[in-house]
Every structure is written in structure tokens, then in C-alpha cells.
């Protein structure tokens, strides 16, 4: 690559000269137009001054396209690259970019660089930041505690619980956390009274830290002009060039500067210049249409290896580059991309430019989080309402408690260190939730019939699952020929539950036994990744593989991804859709039966009786949910013969109850990709002011907007009203009875930019994947189901962009309730990884007696889903002869401590204070885990979790910790209780309650005491 700039500088620095004045150019091909960019910044090979270069679109997508074009060249050549986008409303991401490059240009002439600043048409519009200067540098030993803090505050940072995402800060004890809206990652600030003692790099969606930063810079969280007035184009020194790419009002012609204009519109007196990068023939030549035809593919691909042979043979340097956006050619230098070798479309932000984008997510919470006014599980008192946390004397001291209501008004209050024995209650949608009474006698009659009833189903669901695993399979080489290059070829780093499933989908494949496994995972987690490698696996072991997609626009969608995956491999590819001719059908019907194609893709129509195939090993299945019951029939005759894997983004309540129980082969992928940001939900009445707002937000950052509307004899009236609202945006209409070919037709070009507003039915719900479309506005969103707008909001924000979803309720009328509860359920959860969340939140509203059947409808309505799942799953390991690890059961009844949270200074309260934890939510979690914990190691890692996060425990909290530590020993040992009293600790058998052993204890302080007690339980256990 770098003797391929070298090349191209030297003829293109050739041709338009060095004196100032304006420059008129021709379209340049692919990512010619960035190697001029980079040939103009950089210092001239005879030696001269680097320059700082204005590379200016017509919009924003242009705009991100050149950055990561020149961040990909700028590996091999010394030049950086920053955006500078226009302001975008409550963007953090955009203020950071504008921030950062204001500053270098501003600061360049100190220390010039080759620098390209890559701008949009509206960006010259926008008036530069005058606050763009650092507030502060952090590093350790030199900072302040309040001084850290002064800085976040008059900043423009938002105080939080937890930092998520950009513009964010916290403050906990003695660490503050903040993330700058220039950083990829938040950064963890640790003081030791009032200075810095160490910074680390976090993960937001863990919360737990990465690596150590040597330094740290807090930059301003909000954008500050003076007279509105200077523009980046008045920033730039006097020896500055630059680029106008395409036809854009620029407005340009009075900067004075060496300006170059590459096929658009140049002033009268600029000169004209014939240098010329083409595109490579082959794929630049073929419409959409076409290149799914497998031998016209085939022929565009030789046509352009001929090209490159013919070109090498006479001299040519051909270098290969497959993550820039598209190739070029000029005398003597031929610049091939992937985009040349293989039709697909290009991602806006391919993983060459990753290192610029923002790793963002919400912490993934536990489902099992609690608010006042929920119904909730008692295991030993049944089910109450639950009203929220107090502190009550109980003994004479103060102690921390969760208090429930229960039937007759009586209040049952839970000490923290109990929080365990407490769960969310999911019913049944229909039946009235019947509060238990605390003398425990009805409680104790529904909690036994519902543990007869699951022995029963457990014994069901192991026969059957036995069934399939006495099946004879194919056994799998997984570690073929190629696999390693295959797997080094993915373009992006998996996350730690990518790696998880496919070592999972490996085992099963590897196992002489039909695979039927789910991979659960939100949209663009990397569910395809894990098929595609299933698949591969399969071809080369001789296995043929079907791909069903429940829709045409999906399948297609699949089918550009494993020809662009699988490119450079031996492995052919076809499709079957509605698209093809009867001809073209016939051909890979018959390939199909020869073995010749090894993967095929496309919808119900793979299921034709017409299709024979030759060896088929592997099914994959793309939301199963969706295809119909007859197709499902034959589904299930496919596994009878061969291993299927299954796709959902989206958890229905069977496969969450299928999962919770372990009765099905699950993995779930719940790691947020690196780059990806939580949508953000909207509920409003439908009115032009809110939908006009809303699609200008986006079309004034360069994004594009889905429209929802979900009946085909109304859609063209919508179309025309968007149209009155909006008259500057493009639309078009696309729904499922249209003819296939059109359809296909619209929605790619909607994928090319070519309008800004696709009005659609629910077609866009599965696989629609447009990185440009960051808003989605659903037309009456109350008639949707949960999984639905779960679905559909999982259209938009795939990208480093905040996506936006507007839910419009009926512009007046009331809303069923039901309907307010699954909108109300939707904004709730709207973390990255909510999949679950939601799922049991669509559990709860459309209940749970259906998933098995009449019988069990009442037994999961009387103790609760949770709970139910939880019988159900010891049930099943029992039968199984698994040995079964449950929550230490023990009771500690010591004198010398207590809970209270009121105050600081009492060394004997186990707890964790206001103090150390501010949070409700995130104390109660603690609290939970904590309490569950059923291994040292377990709650090792939570202390670890904890010193990360909050800094180091105070007393109170180490307490705390050495409690459930004390537990955990006294179960392992066989104790079920242990009382404390005036300095004599009675230990009490697990199954007579006998007393085991009296230990007399000789330690001043709680935490000693605690200890003593904890060796003698490891000696009794035999440690």
C-alpha cells in the first residue's frame, strides 16, 4: 500500500502542480478520492512542508466514507484523519469529533503534521466551538479529587448512577467515573484522599475495568460560539489545501486557498485537469439484479483477473487493500478492494476505521430487579407485593429490610442479607394475582402441588430429550481444512459470548448426534458469524447446507453476506427466492441435487418437494417464530435427518422457558458488539410537529428514517402525507405485495442512499440491516405486539450512531392498557441486551400456562414462573443423578453484628452503605448476588467487582462479604445454624439441628470473631 500512494502522489501531485489557485478534476473512482486527500497532506518526496488538507462532501455518509478510507491508508503513511461533523442535537459522538478537530486545527501551525480534516457540506455552515480547548488533563499524582470534580460539573457532563455512555460522569467514595465525548472508552479515576492515584479504562456495559491509561483529558460536554459567525474554513492557516469532493454548494470561491474540486461543480477559472482513476471492470459493471446470478458472478470475477493479469504482465504494481471502500486504476498502479472480488454492500463503518468508534452499551441488568408496587416471590412465604426498602429495629438494632405486603395488609420485612429468598413474580395473563397470607398454610399447599406437578413434566422432557441424544449423527472434522483462515478472516474482534456459542455450535457438530441448538441474540450481535462458520464446517465435510430466511428481503440479505464471508473460499453459493426466473431456478435445482452447491439460501420456497439435495448435513433457521405452521411441520422433519441451528433475536416466552429449565441446547449472545449504542425509545401521540422533528433530526446528520405503517391499503396516504410534512425528504413505499422484483428493487435503493425515507408493513422487521437508517418511527406502535416493536426497534441504531425509535400512539382516543404496558415495557428496556428483559416482561403479559399446557397453567400462576422454572430445573439435574449446587441455606445469629445503613461509624453493621453505593438498584443487586453466592470464588469476584467499581469496602461492607464467606464454609461443613452470644458460638447439625460443636471466641472486633468461625467451618468440612 505505501508504494501504491507513492505511486499515485507522484502522478496526481504531478498533474495539478503546486501554485495556488483552484483545480478542476473528474470523478475519481473508489478511494481514489482519499489517496488525493493523503497525496495532498503529505510532505513532498523532495523534501517540503507537511499541509493540513479540508476535505469537504455533500454529506455526511460521503463524508464517513472518506475518513475511513484514509484511516485505512493512513496505516501504511504518516497522516491522521479527524471528522468534523455538523452539530447534532444531544450527539455526543458529533460533539467530541467537532471538538477534536476544532482543537487540532486550531493548534496545527505548532507542531504541522499531515492532517486531513473531512467535513461535510453542512459542516461549513455550522459555526466552529469556541470551548474547544481541554478543561483538564488528568494524571496521577497531580490531580485533585474536587478539583476532578469542578471540572465534569461546569463542563457540561450529566451526573449518573453509572456511566453508559458519552458526556456521562459518577462519582462514588473515592472514584470518579467520566466519559469524554472525544474518548472511544470511559475512564475510571481512583483518589487516595484528594489526589489521583490511578486511572483505568472501562467497560461500560460491565462496568468493570479494561486496562490503565497513563493520562486522561476532560473536554467539554457541551458546545459553546461566540458570534455564531467563524466557520472551520476561517480556522485554517494561510498554506492550507482544499479537496471539494462532488456537486455541493460549498461556497468557496472567496476562501482564497488552494482548492482542489474533484468532479463537481468549479469556479470559471479554475484549471482543468485530465487526471483520471476509473473503476475496475467486473462487479462496477453489474446491477443488483445480476450479480446474484451465479454465472454472470462467476464471469464478472475472471473478467477482472484477466484485467489485473493483463495489467501486471506490462508493469503495473498491483496492490491489494480489501478494507477500502472501492478500487481504481490509473497508468500504471491498480488499487483492488474487497468490493471489486465480491458483490455485497459496503458497511458505512467497515472495521479498518474501529478504532475511531465508541464502544457503548448499558449494563446489562438482572431481570429480577425490583420496584415498589411489584409482585414478588417469597420462598418460604409466598407471593406479596412488594413496597420497597426501610430500615426497623429488630433486637434492639438497626437493620436494613425489604418490606412486603401480604394478604390481610400484614408486612413481612426481608434483612438485606435475605434479598435471595425474593424473586419478580410472572403469572399468567388473564388471572387475577392472588396475594398468599403469612401463616404459610396456602402457600405451603401450591408450592407442593407445584413440585408434584414438575415431576411428572421433568420426566416428559427427559424422555424426550433422550430420544434425540440416542440418535445416530454425523460426526464433523471442525477443525477442517481452511478453518483457521476462515475464522482469521472475520473483519471484526468477536465478543467473549460470540466465542462462547461457536465453541458451543463445534462441540455439537463435533458430537456424534444431531445438533438442534438456539442462538439467542439482539440484532447484529453476530448470530450469522456463528451459522456462517457452522456452515462452512459443513461444506467442507462434504455436507450440503439450507439457510431459511422467513422473508425475501432477509434472504437476500444473507446472501450478500456469505458471498462477501465466504469469498476466496472453494464454497459455492445460491439462492432460491421469488426474485429468479423459472429457468434460473431450475439450474440450482439441479445443482442443488449434483452436490455442486454447497450452501444454499431463501425462504419457505427451500422446502419445495422439488428440491433433492445430495447430502444435506446442516439446516439454519433465521427466526423460526415466523414461518407458518405448515412449514414448521416440515422443520421438523428436516431434524429429524440433519443438525439445525436456530437464530432469534428475540427470546419468545417458550424459549425463555425452554432455556431458564436447561432443557434445550441454548447459547446466548448478550455482549453488545464494540461500536454499538442503546436506542433510544420514544412514546407520543401521533401528531406532523413530532414526526416532522423527528425525520429532520435525522436527515440533518446524514441519516435515513424507516416509517412504519402496517396496512397495505392506507400506506400511499401516508407516503402523501410525509411528503406535506417533510418536502425536502425523498420517500418510497415498499410492502409485501408488491412484485418481488420491484420490492427488491426499492429497498435497494433505499440501502444506496437514494431516498431518505422508506415507508414500509413489517417487512423491515427481520434482517433489514442499514447502518445509514438510525431512525424508525412506528405508526400506531399500540397495536404491536412486544416482541414485534422489540424487533423493529432492532432495525435501527446497528451502527456507532444513537438510533432512534418513535413509537406514535393515536393522535387522541384512549389506549388499551395492555398496550400502555408493552410501550411502557419497551422504553423500560432499552439497554443493549434487553432481549431477555423484554422477554420476560412479554412473558408476564401474555402469560405463561400456554408454554405447557392447561395442567400447569395454575401450579406456574400460584408460586410464579421463576420460581416454577427453578423447581422444574432441580427436578430435571435429580433425575438426571446431576449433583445440584444450591444457595447457602444458613441462619447466622450473632451478637455482634448487625445491618444498619444510618450511620458510618458503627464498626459492627454489616452493609453496604449510602456511602460506598448510592444507588438503590445497584445496592439491591450487590445485596442479591452477594446473598446468592454459592462459592468463595464467586463472591472473590464480586469483592473484586466491587473494589473496581466503587473503590476500596469500607468496613461495613468487608463485613458483609466475611458473613457470606462464613455461610458458604458453614454449608459445605453441614451446619444449618450458627448463634453467637457472649462470646460463645453453638454450631447446629444441618439435618437434626443438634448441636454439633460449641467454639468459644476470643476476637475484639466483628471481622476476628467472624474469622475464628470461618476456620472452624473450613476444619469441619475437612480443608
Excluded at 277 to 286: V, Y
Excluded at 714 to 729: D, G, H
Aim: aromatic share 6%; with cysteine; proline share 5%.
Amino acid at each position: 500500500m505505501k508504494k501504491a500512494l507513492e505511486i499515485f502522489a507522484s502522478s496526481f501531485l504531478r498533474e495539478i502542480g503546486g501554485r495556488p489557485g483552484d483545480v478542476a478534476l473528474p470523478p475519481l473512482a473508489g478511494a481514489a478520492g482519499a489517496f488525493a486527500a493523503v497525496s495532498l497532506a503529505r510532505p513532498p518526496a523532495g523534501g517540503g512542508k507537511a499541509r493540513l488538507v479540508l476535505a469537504v462532501t455533500p454529506g455526511i455518509p460521503e463524508s464517513e466514507r472518506l475518513a475511513d478510507d484514509i484511516a485505512v491508508i493512513s496505516r501504511f503513511a504518516p497522516c491522521s484523519i479527524l471528522e468534523f461533523p455538523p452539530p447534532i442535537e444531544n450527539d455526543m459522538a458529533a460533539l467530541g469529533a467537532r471538538m477534536k478537530a476544532a482543537a487540532a486545527v486550531r493548534s496545527w501551525t505548532e507542531s504541522p503534521e499531515p492532517l486531513v480534516i473531512a467535513a461535510s457540506a453542512a459542516s461549513l455552515e455550522a459555526p466552529v466551538p469556541q470551548n474547544a480547548a481541554v478543561s483538564l488533563r488528568l494524571a496521577p499524582a497531580e490531580t485533585l479529587f474536587e478539583e476532578t470534580a469542578s471540572a465534569l460539573a461546569s463542563s457540561g457532563y450529566t451526573r449518573a448512577a453509572s456511566v453508559t455512555a458519552k458526556g456521562e460522569w459518577a462519582k462514588r467514595g473515592g472514584i470518579i467515573d467520566f466519559w469524554s465525548p472525544g474518548d472511544d472508552e470511559p475512564v475510571r479515576a481512583e483518589f487516595f484522599g484528594e489526589h489521583l492515584e490511578s486511572l483505568r479504562l472501562f467497560d461500560p456495559a460491565t462496568q468493570r475495568s479494561t486496562g490503565i491509561t497513563p493520562e486522561a483529558y476532560i473536554i467539554p460536554a457541551r458546545e459553546e460560539t461566540a458570534d455564531g459567525t467563524l466557520s472551520i474554513v476561517s480556522l485554517l492557516p494561510e498554506d492550507a489545501a482544499l479537496v471539494a469532493f462532488g456537486a455541493g454548494s460549498y461556497n468557496l470561491e472567496t476562501c482564497g486557498r488552494f482548492t482542489v474540486y474533484i468532479g463537481g461543480t468549479a469556479p470559471d477559472d479554475a484549471r482543468g485537469i485530465s487526471f483520471k482513476a476509473s473503476p475496475l471492470p467486473g462487479f462496477s459493471e453489474l446491477g443488483a439484479a445480476e450479480a446474484h446470478h451465479p454465472e454472470i458472478f462467476d464471469a464478472a470475477r475472471k473478467r477482472l483477473e484477466k484485467h489485473l493479469d493483463a495489467a501486471a504482465k506490462r508493469g503495473w504494481h498491483i496492490a491489494d487493500c480489501p478494507q477500502l471502500s472501492g478500487g481504481f486504476e490509473i497508468p500504471s498502479l491498480a488499487v483492488v478492494t474487497k468490493a471489486d472480488r465480491v458483490f455485497a454492500k459496503r458497511r458505512l463503518r467497515p472495521s479498518s476505521a474501529a478504532g475511531r468508534g465508541t464502544s457503548a452499551g448499558r449494563r446489562i441488568g438482572d431481570f429480577s430487579e425490583l420496584e415498589p408496587g411489584e409482585y414478588v416471590v417469597h420462598l418460604n412465604h409466598g407471593v406479596g407485593r412488594y413496597t420497597g426498602s426501610s430500615e426497623i429495629v429488630i433486637d434492639g438494632r438497626r437493620t436494613e429490610v425489604f418490606t412486603i405486603e401480604y394478604d390481610g395488609g400484614s408486612l413481612l420485612h426481608v434483612p438485606a442479607t435475605h434479598a435471595h429468598l425474593v424473586s419478580r413474580y410472572v403469572g399468567v395473563a388473564g388471572e387475577t394475582v392472588r396475594l398468599h397470607s403469612l401463616d404459610g398454610r396456602k402457600w405451603a399447599a401450591d408450592k407442593a402441588a407445584a413440585e408434584k406437578a414438575v415431576k411428572d413434566l421433568a420426566a416428559q422432557l427427559l424422555e424426550t430429550q433422550a430420544r434425540r441424544i440416542s440418535t445416530e449423527g454425523f460426526a464433523y472434522d471442525v477443525e477442517c481444512d481452511g478453518m483457521e483462515a476462515f475464522e482469521a478472516a472475520f473483519p471484526y474482534n468477536e465478543t467473549e459470548d460470540q466465542l462462547a456459542a461457536i465453541a458451543d455450535v463445534k462441540a455439537d457438530l463435533a458430537a456424534p448426534r444431531p445438533m438442534d441448538r438456539l442462538i439467542c441474540g439482539d440484532a447484529g450481535y453476530g448470530k450469522t458469524e456463528v451459522a456462517m462458520r457452522a456452515a462452512y464446517i459443513a461444506a467442507m465435510n462434504g455436507r450440503q447446507t439450507a439457510v431459511l430466511a422467513p422473508t425475501t428481503v432477509l434472504a437476500e440479505q444473507h446472501l450478500e453476506t456469505f458471498l462477501s464471508r465466504f469469498d476466496g473460499t472453494p464454497v459455492r453459493i445460491e439462492s432460491i427466492s421469488r426474485l429468479q426466473s423459472a429457468k434460473s431456478k431450475s439450474g440450482t435445482f439441479e445443482r442443488i441435487a449434483s452436490g455442486v452447491c454447497d450452501i444454499v439460501i431463501g425462504t419457505h420456497a427451500i422446502l419445495s418437494p422439488k428440491i433433492r439435495f445430495k447430502n444435506l448435513g446442516l439446516v439454519i433457521i433465521d427466526e423460526e417464530q415466523r414461518f407458518g405452521v405448515r412449514h414448521k411441520e416440515f422443520l421438523k422433519h428436516l431434524k429429524a435427518s440433519a443438525d439445525v441451528l436456530t437464530l432469534s433475536a428475540t427470546p419468545i416466552p417458550r424459549t425463555l422457558y425452554l432455556s431458564m429449565t436447561g432443557t434445550r441446547d441454548l447459547s446466548v449472545i448478550r455482549t453488545p458488539p464494540r461500536e454499538r449504542v442503546a436506542v433510544e425509545t420514544t412514546v407520543a401521540r401521533n401528531s406532523p410537529e413530532i414526526v416532522r422533528a423527528a425525520i429532520r433530526a435525522e436527515l440533518a446528520r446524514g441519516g435515513q428514517v424507516f416509517y412504519l405503517h402496517n396496512r397495505v391499503a392506507t400506506i400511499r396516504a401516508v407516503e402523501k402525507r410525509l411528503r406535506e410534512i417533510c418536502p425536502e425528504a425523498r420517500t418510497t413505499v415498499a410492502h409485501g405485495q408488491m412484485d418481488s422484483r420491484e420490492l427488491a428493487a426499492r429497498v435497494r435503493a433505499f440501502e444506496r442512499g437514494e431516498c431518505d425515507i422508506l415507508v414500509s408493513t413489517t417487512i423491515v422487521e427481520s434482517g433489514i440491516d442499514i447502518p445509514s437508517a438510525n431512525t424508525i418511527i412506528v405508526d400506531r406502535a399500540d397495536t404491536f405486539g412486544l416482541a414485534d416493536l422489540y424487533q423493529l426497534r432492532g432495525r435501527v441504531g446497528r451502527s456507532a450512531k444513537q438510533g432512534h425509535a418513535l413509537m406514535l400512539m393515536p393522535p387522541d382516543g384512549l389506549v388499551d392498557a395492555e398496550a400502555r404496558e408493552r410501550l411502557d415495557a419497551l422504553r423500560r428496556h432499552g439497554a443493549l441486551g434487553a432481549g431477555f428483559d423484554l422477554a420476560l416482561r412479554d412473558l408476564e403479559l401474555r402469560g405463561a400456562g400456554n408454554l405447557l399446557g392447561p395442567q400447569q397453567s395454575g401450579h406456574i400462576a400460584a408460586v410464579g414462573f421463576n420460581l416454577y422454572c427453578k423447581l422444574l430445573k432441580k427436578t430435571l439435574a435429580r433425575l438426571k443423578g446431576e449433583k445440584t449446587r444450591e444457595t447457602p441455606d444458613v441462619t447466622l445469629n450473632l451478637d455482634f453484628t448487625g445491618s444498619s445503613f444510618a450511620s458510618d461509624d458503627d464498626p459492627s453493621a454489616a452493609r453496604i452503605p449510602y456511602s460506598y453505593v448510592e444507588d438503590d438498584m445497584e445496592r439491591m443487586s450487590l445485596l442479591r448476588r452477594i446473598a446468592e453466592a454459592d462459592t468463595r470464588r464467586a463472591l472473590a469476584s464480586i469483592a473484586r467487582e466491587m473494589k473496581d467499581r466503587f473503590g476500596p469496602a469500607p468496613e461495613s461492607a468487608r463485613l458483609l462479604l466475611d458473613l457470606a464467606s462464613l455461610k458458604i464454609a458453614c454449608a459445605e461443613a453441614g451446619f444449618s445454624r450458627v448463634d453467637a452470644k457472649n462470646g460463645k458460638a453453638v454450631f447446629r447439625d444441618a439435618s437434626t439441628l443438634a448441636i454439633r460443636s460449641v467454639k468459644e471466641l476470643k476476637g475484639k472486633t466483628p471481622r476476628r470473631k467472624i474469622a475464628e468461625l470461618l476456620e472452624f467451618a473450613k476444619r469441619a468440612s475437612g480443608e
